[in-house]
């Protein structure tokens, strides 16, 4: 019998070898070590093909807005639930965990929750909706970003928000005590951006070192880590390291790593922003990403300290980061737009 040509065995083999990566869930990949989770909206679960990459890549999902107050809880004393149930059963139905983000966030907080301005309501608004909230999803939620994004970037180290000018930094303790009242076992995180900076990093960690000093129950951080193209891994090293160091458990809660990477007057008043990449500059970034990507998972890997891994969304089209810090088209995810696996995907699974 003749062989088939050498080229022709070659090309089947590496035709082989890709449909095996192809087809590798990105949750498998990295069972040994980390959970692999997505941020999702309600209304994708409904739609098949999005869902079905979701069931098979991912282990875990958080809610993108919607376990947040603004949407819980837009009035006092009332609350809709209808996404975030949602949300909660698919996973249960798929057998994923959920991740609850966030109980508190300046950003989300309804007007309500401080009007009138007097201590002692606040901590009873905020205690009763921790309450509410954690204690509706109890057991169910394994994990909570308590609060989010409470550190600030310039002087202080806490952020100039307007729980902080009604309260002082005492918000972030009721928020904690009420959370783990409410439910026991369940991992509670202070979560926020920019850890993989020097500056940024010793400021949350001392928020975090004076919140355990005083028994507030803190389990974790969450590292946020929305990158940018040039992003190195130093920075990420470290902050991972800073957190294990303190005794505490990471999750990567946010991964994403935007094609731009802006200067801070771009954050502030828009101005120096990197122009929309040309259509001949995509592959190039693509493949840059798709390091970054690998060296980050790679990071969380050798950790034990690091249990969770999340990207903040499932493909390129559905991300924040095409309307933040401007409108503008972006790439940062793990699928592109018409729901294809980027070279980023493939690096993961290979
Ligand atoms: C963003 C969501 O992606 C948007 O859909 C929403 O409108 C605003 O919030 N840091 C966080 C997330 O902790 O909650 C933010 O999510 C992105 C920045």
Redesign the pocket.
């Known amino acids: 019998m003749r062989l088939p040509p050498f080229e022709l065995l070659l090309g089947l083999l590496l035709l082989g070898t890709l449909n095996a990566s192809a087809d590798t869930p990105l949750k498998e990949t990295y069972a040994e070590s980390f959970e692999v989770g997505v ?1 999702v909206q309600a209304a994708q679960l409904d739609r098949a093909p999005e869902s079905r990459l979701i069931t098979r890549h991912f282990g875990m999902v958080v809610a ?2 919607q376990m ?1 107050a603004n949407v819980i809880a837009p009035r006092e004393g009332e609350y809709d639930w209808s996404a975030a149930d949602a949300i909660v059963a698919f996973a249960e139905a798929n057998g994923m965990r959920v991740r609850g ?2 109980l508190l ?1 300046h ?1 989300s907080t309804p007007d309500w929750f401080l009007a009138g301005g007097d201590p002692a309501a606040i901590r009873a608004r905020l205690e009763t909706y921790v309450h509410d909230v954690v204690s509706r999803y109890r057991g169910r939620v394994f994990a909570w970003d308590v609060v ?2 409470p550190v600030g970037d310039g002087e202080g180290p806490y952020r100039d928000n307007a729980w902080y000018r009604a309260v002082g930094k005492a918000y972030i303790d009721w928020a904690f005590h009420a959370a783990r009242e409410a439910d026991p076992d369940c991992l509670l995180f202070l ?1 926020d ?1 920019g850890t993989e900076r020097k500056a940024k990093l010793e400021r949350v960690m001392g928020v975090v070192a004076d919140l355990l000093d005083r028994s507030v129950p803190v389990d974790g951080v969450g590292h ?1 880590f ?1 990158l940018g193209r040039r992003q190195t891994m130093d920075g990420i090293h470290e902050a991972l390291d800073a957190v294990a160091d303190a005794g505490l458990v990471s999750h990567i809660t ?1 991964l994403d790593i935007s094609a731009y990477n802006d200067p801070g007057s771009c954050f502030v008043n828009r101005t120096g922003c990197e122009p929309e990449l040309l259509d001949d500059e995509i592959a190039g970034f693509l493949a840059e990403q798709a390091d970054l990507y690998h060296a980050v998972f790679e990071a969380a890997r050798i950790r034990p300290s690091v249990s969770a891994v999340l990207t ?2 499932l493909h390129d089209g559905q991300s ?1 980061l095409n309307n933040f810090p401007l409108r503008r088209t972006n790439h940062p995810l793990l699928f592109d737009r018409s729901l294809k696996p980027k070279p980023a995907l493939q690096g993961l699974v290979d």
Do not use: T
């Open positions: 941020a993108e807005y947040k983000h966030a966030w950003q989010n994004e979560n951006y946020q929305h946010e903040w969304g924040w």
